[in-house]
């Protein structure tokens, strides 16, 4: 899986993210989101993510080979 990649100055720490996929994202001490893991092969938790990308208001998740 590609690293997820969380843009600070676009996030806004609404947290949706972290509802969709909580192994990958948490809400740092800034009150924006992080990047704290990865999937490892896990299909379902790469489908979390794809879908936190696809829902993140301000487009501030991005993944990168």
Do not use: H
Not at 28 to 51: M, R, S, T, Y
């Amino acid at each position: 899986m590609a690293k997820v990649i969380v843009d600070q100055i676009k996030c806004i720490g609404c947290g949706l993210c972290v509802s969709i996929a909580e192994k990958v994202f948490k809400i740092g001490n800034q009150g924006k989101a992080e990047a704290i893991g990865d999937c490892q092969g896990d299909e379902e938790c790469e489908a979390q993510v794809k879908e936190a990308i696809e829902s993140c208001p301000v487009q501030a998740i991005s993944q990168k080979e």
